[in-house]
Protein backbone atom coordinates (compact mmCIF):
# COMPACT_ATOMS: atom_id res chain seq x y z
CA UNK A 1 0.00 0.00 0.00
CA UNK A 2 1.61 3.42 -0.95
CA UNK A 3 0.10 6.83 0.31
CA UNK A 4 1.38 8.89 -2.62
CA UNK A 5 -2.13 9.39 -4.29
CA UNK A 6 -2.55 11.63 -0.94
CA UNK A 7 0.55 13.59 -1.54
CA UNK A 8 -0.66 16.35 -4.45
CA UNK A 9 0.79 19.48 -3.12
CA UNK A 10 4.44 20.66 -4.60
CA UNK A 11 6.73 21.94 -1.69
CA UNK A 12 9.90 23.21 -1.13
CA UNK A 13 11.78 23.18 2.41
CA UNK A 14 14.70 26.07 2.82
CA UNK A 15 16.92 24.90 5.71
CA UNK A 16 18.12 27.86 7.95
CA UNK A 17 21.74 26.88 6.39
CA UNK A 18 20.39 28.14 3.46
CA UNK A 19 20.18 25.47 1.54
CA UNK A 20 16.94 24.17 -0.11
CA UNK A 21 14.98 21.19 -0.39
CA UNK A 22 12.93 19.64 -3.43
CA UNK A 23 10.25 19.82 -4.90
CA UNK A 24 8.64 17.54 -2.72
CA UNK A 25 5.60 15.81 -2.98
CA UNK A 26 3.01 16.13 0.36
CA UNK A 27 -0.47 16.95 1.80
CA UNK A 28 -1.00 20.39 3.47
CA UNK A 29 -3.92 20.40 5.64
CA UNK A 30 -4.15 24.12 7.23
CA UNK A 31 -1.48 23.97 9.79
CA UNK A 32 -0.49 20.25 9.15
CA UNK A 33 1.70 19.06 6.53
CA UNK A 34 2.79 15.58 5.57
CA UNK A 35 5.63 14.37 4.02
CA UNK A 36 5.51 10.21 3.37
CA UNK A 37 9.55 10.45 3.31
CA UNK A 38 12.46 9.58 5.64
CA UNK A 39 15.34 10.57 3.63
CA UNK A 40 15.19 14.39 4.41
CA UNK A 41 15.72 15.67 8.08
CA UNK A 42 13.30 18.69 8.76
CA UNK A 43 13.73 20.65 11.40
CA UNK A 44 11.96 23.77 13.61
CA UNK A 45 12.68 26.64 12.30
CA UNK A 46 12.59 25.51 8.63
CA UNK A 47 10.38 27.36 5.81
CA UNK A 48 8.47 25.73 3.30
CA UNK A 49 6.79 27.54 0.29
CA UNK A 50 3.79 25.52 -1.01
CA UNK A 51 3.65 25.74 -4.95
CA UNK A 52 0.03 26.07 -6.09
CA UNK A 53 -1.23 24.97 -9.42
CA UNK A 54 -3.11 28.38 -9.97
CA UNK A 55 0.06 30.34 -9.95
CA UNK A 56 -0.07 31.32 -5.98
CA UNK A 57 2.51 30.29 -3.19
CA UNK A 58 1.50 29.57 0.73
CA UNK A 59 4.96 30.02 3.33
CA UNK A 60 4.37 28.23 6.43
CA UNK A 61 7.20 27.88 9.27
CA UNK A 62 8.22 24.35 11.08
CA UNK A 63 7.11 24.60 14.79
CA UNK A 64 7.43 20.73 14.70
CA UNK A 65 8.70 18.45 12.48
CA UNK A 66 6.39 15.47 14.22
CA UNK A 67 8.26 12.56 12.36
CA UNK A 68 7.10 9.30 12.99
CA UNK A 69 8.59 6.32 12.28
CA UNK A 70 6.63 3.07 10.36
CA UNK A 71 3.90 1.93 11.58
CA UNK A 72 2.27 -1.15 10.18
CA UNK A 73 1.21 -0.47 6.42
CA UNK A 74 1.91 3.24 7.31
CA UNK A 75 5.69 4.33 6.24
CA UNK A 76 8.11 6.39 8.42
CA UNK A 77 6.68 10.24 7.64
CA UNK A 78 6.09 13.59 8.72
CA UNK A 79 2.95 15.10 10.28
CA UNK A 80 4.46 18.61 10.40
CA UNK A 81 3.00 21.63 12.53
CA UNK A 82 3.11 24.68 10.76
CA UNK A 83 2.63 28.60 11.05
CA UNK A 84 1.48 30.07 7.69
CA UNK A 85 3.47 33.04 7.27
CA UNK A 86 3.61 36.33 5.06
CA UNK A 87 6.89 35.20 2.70
CA UNK A 88 9.99 33.57 3.61
CA UNK A 89 12.09 37.26 3.18
CA UNK A 90 9.58 38.81 5.65
CA UNK A 91 8.92 36.11 7.98
CA UNK A 92 9.59 38.44 11.55
CA UNK A 93 8.01 36.35 14.28
CA UNK A 94 10.20 34.57 16.49
CA UNK A 95 10.69 30.72 16.57
CA UNK A 96 10.31 30.86 20.65
CA UNK A 97 7.07 32.77 20.13
CA UNK A 98 5.20 30.22 17.67
CA UNK A 99 6.73 27.46 19.49
CA UNK A 100 4.85 28.72 22.20
CA UNK A 101 1.19 28.74 20.77
CA UNK A 102 1.48 24.97 20.23
CA UNK A 103 0.77 23.37 23.41
CA UNK A 104 1.41 19.31 23.12
CA UNK A 105 1.54 16.61 25.67
CA UNK A 106 3.95 14.27 25.54
CA UNK A 107 2.76 10.20 27.59
CA UNK A 108 4.79 7.10 27.51
CA UNK A 109 2.67 3.90 27.72
CA UNK A 110 -0.31 3.12 26.25
CA UNK A 111 -4.01 4.64 26.66
CA UNK A 112 -2.57 7.48 29.10
CA UNK A 113 -4.64 10.28 28.52
CA UNK A 114 -4.66 14.44 29.83
CA UNK A 115 -8.10 15.56 31.28
CA UNK A 116 -8.44 19.23 32.45
CA UNK A 117 -12.13 20.07 33.85
CA UNK A 118 -13.83 17.70 31.41
CA UNK A 119 -15.55 13.89 31.64
CA UNK A 120 -13.63 11.28 30.30
CA UNK A 121 -16.02 9.25 28.03
CA UNK A 122 -13.42 8.04 25.29
CA UNK A 123 -12.53 4.83 24.37
CA UNK A 124 -8.67 3.95 24.80
CA UNK A 125 -6.83 3.61 21.44
CA UNK A 126 -3.04 2.43 21.36
CA UNK A 127 -1.14 4.59 19.94
CA UNK A 128 -3.43 7.15 20.27
CA UNK A 129 -2.91 9.41 17.11
CA UNK A 130 -5.93 10.20 14.86
CA UNK A 131 -3.57 11.42 11.89
CA UNK A 132 -2.72 7.46 11.14
CA UNK A 133 -5.90 6.44 11.27
CA UNK A 134 -7.29 8.62 8.58
CA UNK A 135 -4.77 7.71 6.47
CA UNK A 136 -5.66 4.06 6.94
CA UNK A 137 -9.56 5.35 6.52
CA UNK A 138 -8.04 7.51 3.31
CA UNK A 139 -6.77 3.89 1.89
CA UNK A 140 -9.12 2.09 1.91
CA UNK A 141 -11.25 4.76 0.03
CA UNK A 142 -8.69 4.51 -2.66
CA UNK A 143 -8.82 0.70 -2.60
CA UNK A 144 -12.34 0.85 -3.53
CA UNK A 145 -11.90 3.87 -5.68
CA UNK A 146 -9.36 2.08 -7.94
CA UNK A 147 -11.02 -1.77 -7.48
CA UNK A 148 -12.35 -3.03 -10.77
CA UNK A 149 -14.20 -5.75 -8.56
CA UNK A 150 -18.16 -5.25 -10.00
CA UNK A 151 -19.80 -7.42 -6.83
CA UNK A 152 -20.24 -3.77 -4.69
CA UNK A 153 -21.57 -0.87 -4.70
CA UNK A 154 -18.88 1.63 -4.43
CA UNK A 155 -21.13 4.50 -3.17
CA UNK A 156 -22.59 2.68 -1.06
CA UNK A 157 -19.30 1.60 0.38
CA UNK A 158 -17.72 4.85 0.63
CA UNK A 159 -20.66 6.22 2.28
CA UNK A 160 -19.78 3.75 4.92
CA UNK A 161 -15.85 5.09 4.68
CA UNK A 162 -17.20 8.51 5.36
CA UNK A 163 -19.24 7.20 8.39
CA UNK A 164 -15.92 5.64 9.85
CA UNK A 165 -14.16 8.70 9.44
CA UNK A 166 -16.95 10.26 11.94
CA UNK A 167 -16.72 7.90 14.49
CA UNK A 168 -12.76 8.18 14.53
CA UNK A 169 -13.05 11.84 14.39
CA UNK A 170 -15.92 12.61 16.97
CA UNK A 171 -13.51 11.92 20.23
CA UNK A 172 -15.59 9.37 21.68
CA UNK A 173 -14.96 6.47 18.66
CA UNK A 174 -16.73 3.12 19.75
CA UNK A 175 -14.58 -0.26 18.80
CA UNK A 176 -18.11 -2.20 18.57
CA UNK A 177 -19.39 0.39 15.83
CA UNK A 178 -16.38 0.51 13.79
CA UNK A 179 -15.60 -3.04 13.48
CA UNK A 180 -19.13 -3.66 12.61
CA UNK A 181 -18.75 -0.68 9.82
CA UNK A 182 -15.51 -2.59 8.50
CA UNK A 183 -16.86 -5.74 8.72
CA UNK A 184 -20.00 -4.65 6.07
CA UNK A 185 -17.10 -3.04 3.46
CA UNK A 186 -16.23 -4.92 0.16
CA UNK A 187 -14.03 -8.36 1.25
CA UNK A 188 -10.83 -7.52 -0.55
CA UNK A 189 -7.16 -8.49 1.00
CA UNK A 190 -6.01 -4.82 0.42
CA UNK A 191 -9.17 -3.44 2.89
CA UNK A 192 -9.40 -6.86 5.21
CA UNK A 193 -5.48 -5.85 5.38
CA UNK A 194 -6.47 -1.90 6.47
CA UNK A 195 -9.28 -3.04 8.71
CA UNK A 196 -7.18 -5.31 11.12
CA UNK A 197 -4.69 -2.51 11.23
CA UNK A 198 -7.26 0.13 12.27
CA UNK A 199 -8.39 -2.13 14.76
CA UNK A 200 -5.05 -2.39 16.12
CA UNK A 201 -4.87 1.03 17.41
CA UNK A 202 -7.82 0.18 20.04
CA UNK A 203 -7.40 -1.36 23.48
CA UNK A 204 -8.77 -5.01 23.43
Known amino acids: MAFSRMMTDTIYIFKQSGEQLGPIMANVQGNKIFVMSSKILIEPGDCI ?35 KIDSREDDKIPLKQEQAMVVQNY ?15 SVNIVNNNSNELI ?33 ITNGNPSKRVIAALLNSLPKLESITTIAANILSFFKS
Not at 139 to 160: C, M, P, Q, V, W
Open 49 to 83: ERKMSNGGTENFRVINPNFKEKFHSIQAHYQMDVM
Open 135 to 167: LLIEEIRNAINTSHDGSFDKIESLSIVDEIRTQ
Open 107 to 121: FSGNNLRLNQNSVDN
